[in-house]
């Protein structure tokens, strides 16, 4: 435990110097927020109200732009085409959606399923959250910062209920946590440099390539390993690079009584800073977390899934206030899913209880999977946005946005499926082998 101290005052001491390189702050020098007020359409200049500024500041349409894509009265994200001119646009995004009843409505059910897989798997509702919001019509920075900060109080509800059932690692979760944050404050970094760049096109295209590739590698070798325990022809057991790590002394070696693992600590550090990272740029972490912890560190599945909620909680808590300082965040999204992700992380949580290893590894792997579909149609308009391909036609481009959103609901119900029925499976069975234990102590 002394160890533990000395690693997370360090990290402590060393913040102001990390937050000052790479903390939230204003948007970058090529991204204006703010208000258009008026629209001259002989010059095709607009005014906009920036954020923070008494004054407007005049920007001129860029080319092939129309008035008809400027939005009037709302709040936007506008990327400028420094190539052009200093006050060239390039690409405008309303940032905070209109809210209809049907959006309402999706964002709570998305929210319910999206907690229902956090508290099952430690990680889930992120990867499914984020593409949930931009298809909804979120730009990909506002979805990232509003899932950052509905997350970290689910988080704690669910890294709750998962340590009073005795599944939590609270000292494995701090030790991540502390490298966590740097990678958060790196994610932040690289995500406000794409929106420099490329504008809100380019991190849409960031957001979805990051999703496709990761969810694609880590989805099937979860899958792979979630058959083999199914079918019996493997064993639940520590895998056999975790074992070789686990054997390296090198100072500070940590004793994780929960996770039952004696490690170095600086076999931690790359999963933890992974996990920021991804976080902080994806607003997703836990499925690096998650596996990280199973095939790297060798906890089983079960801890590892509710130690990840600890390092959701504490990195959530942090990439918020830094995301808030940028002014990314629709808090209307956030309270919306997070009303609903309370009561489905509780559930999720409780799911645990009755099921084995292997169920949370095969709901994590085909969630993944088919969020992944979901993602990659969403590429090609991205291209197309950014001029990397050639414009897609109507018919393409509606095609493409129906997989996308359809795969999207196709993985919200498979998990809520599996989900379901294996804790009704295991609460029955659960049920009948406490009748048959009554049985016997009676005779």
């Given at each position: 435990m002394?160890r533990?101290?000395?690693?997370i005052?360090?990290v402590l001491?060393?913040?102001?110097?990390?937050h000052?390189?790479y903390a939230?702050?204003?948007?970058p020098?090529?991204v204006?927020?703010?208000?258009?007020?008026?629209?001259d359409?002989?010059?095709?200049?607009?005014?906009?109200?920036v954020?923070?500024h008494?004054g407007?500041r005049?920007?001129h349409?860029?080319e092939?732009?129309?008035?008809d894509?400027i939005p009037?009265d709302?709040?936007?994200?506008v990327?400028?085409?420094?190539h052009a001119g200093?006050?060239?646009?390039k690409?405008v995004?309303?940032?905070?959606?209109?809210?209809?009843?049907?959006?309402i409505?999706a964002f709570?059910?998305?929210g319910l399923?999206?907690?229902?897989l956090?508290?099952?798997i430690?990680s889930?509702?992120?990867?499914v959250?984020?593409?949930?919001?931009?298809?909804?019509g979120?730009?990909g920075a506002v979805?990232?910062?509003?899932n950052?900060?509905?997350?970290f109080?689910?988080?704690?509800v669910?890294?709750?209920k998962r340590?009073?059932y005795?599944?939590a690692?609270?000292?494995?979760?701090?030790v991540?946590?502390?490298?966590?944050i740097?990678?958060?404050?790196?994610g932040?970094?690289i995500q406000?440099?794409i929106?420099?760049?490329?504008?809100n096109?380019?991190s849409?295209?960031y957001?979805?390539?990051?999703?496709?590739?990761?969810?694609?590698?880590?989805?099937?070798?979860v899958?792979?390993?979630?058959?083999k325990?199914s079918?019996g022809?493997?064993?639940e057991?520590?895998?056999?690079?975790?074992?070789?790590?686990?054997r390296?002394?090198?100072?500070?070696?940590?004793?994780?009584?929960v996770?039952?693992?004696?490690?170095s600590?600086?076999i931690?550090?790359?999963?933890?800073?992974?996990?920021?990272?991804?976080?902080?740029?994806?607003a997703?972490?836990?499925?690096?977390?998650?596996?990280?912890?199973?095939y790297?560190?060798g906890?089983?599945?079960?801890?590892?899934s509710?130690?990840?909620l600890?390092?959701?909680f504490i990195?959530g808590?942090?990439?918020s206030v830094q995301?808030?300082?940028?002014?990314?965040?629709d808090?209307?999204?956030?309270l919306?899913?997070?009303?609903?992700s309370l009561?489905?992380?509780?559930l999720?949580?409780?799911g645990?209880?009755?099921?084995?290893?292997?169920t949370?590894?095969?709901v994590m792997?085909?969630?993944?999977?088919i969020?992944?579909?979901?993602r990659?149609?969403?590429?090609?308009?991205?291209?197309?946005?950014?001029?990397l391909?050639?414009a897609?036609?109507?018919?393409?481009?509606v095609?493409?946005n129906s997989v996308?959103?359809w795969?999207?609901?196709?993985a919200l119900?498979v998990?809520?499926i599996?989900i379901?029925?294996a804790m009704?499976?295991?609460?029955?069975?659960?049920r009948?082998?406490?009748?048959a234990?009554?049985?016997?102590q009676?005779h």
């Open positions: 002394k533990l101290v000395l690693i005052l360090t001491l060393l913040t102001p110097g990390i000052q390189a939230g702050g204003p948007p020098k090529n204006v927020k703010g208000v258009f007020t008026t629209i359409t002989k010059t095709m200049d607009a005014s906009i109200k954020d923070g008494d407007v005049v920007l349409l860029g092939g732009m129309t008035v894509d009037m709302k709040k936007v994200l990327s400028l085409d420094t200093p006050n060239v646009i690409d995004s309303v940032m905070f959606m209109d809210m209809t009843v049907t959006k409505i709570l059910i998305i399923i999206g907690g229902l956090s508290g099952f430690g889930g509702g992120a990867f959250l984020t593409p949930a919001m931009m298809s909804l979120a730009p979805a990232v910062a509003s950052m900060c509905h997350k109080p689910k988080a704690m669910g890294a709750y340590w009073k005795g599944q690692d609270i000292k494995l979760g701090l991540m946590a502390v490298t966590a740097i990678g958060v404050q790196v932040i970094k406000k440099f929106l420099d760049h490329w504008g096109a380019g849409n295209l957001v979805s390539v990051v999703f496709v590739f990761v969810l694609v590698v880590v989805g099937a070798y899958l792979m390993d979630a058959i325990l079918k022809s493997a064993e057991k520590t895998p056999v690079l975790a074992m070789k790590l686990q390296i002394n090198l100072w500070p070696m940590m004793e994780f009584k996770a039952k693992l004696r490690i600590a600086w931690t550090i790359p999963v933890g800073l992974l996990t920021g990272m991804l976080a902080a740029t994806i997703v972490g836990g499925f690096i977390g998650v596996p990280g912890m199973i790297v560190i906890a089983s599945a079960l801890v590892s509710a130690t990840e600890v390092v959701a990195m808590a942090w990439g995301w808030g300082i940028s002014g990314l965040i808090i209307r999204m956030t919306l899913i997070l009303a609903g009561i489905g992380v509780q999720g949580a409780l645990t209880t009755y099921v084995k290893d292997y949370i590894k095969l792997s085909a969630v993944m999977l969020v992944a579909v979901s990659g149609a969403k590429i090609p308009g991205y291209l197309s946005d950014l001029n391909i050639a897609l036609n109507d018919k393409l481009g095609a493409l996308s959103f795969a999207l609901m196709v119900a998990a809520g599996i379901t029925v009704i499976k295991g609460m029955v069975q659960a009948a082998e406490e009748n234990a009554g049985v016997v009676q």
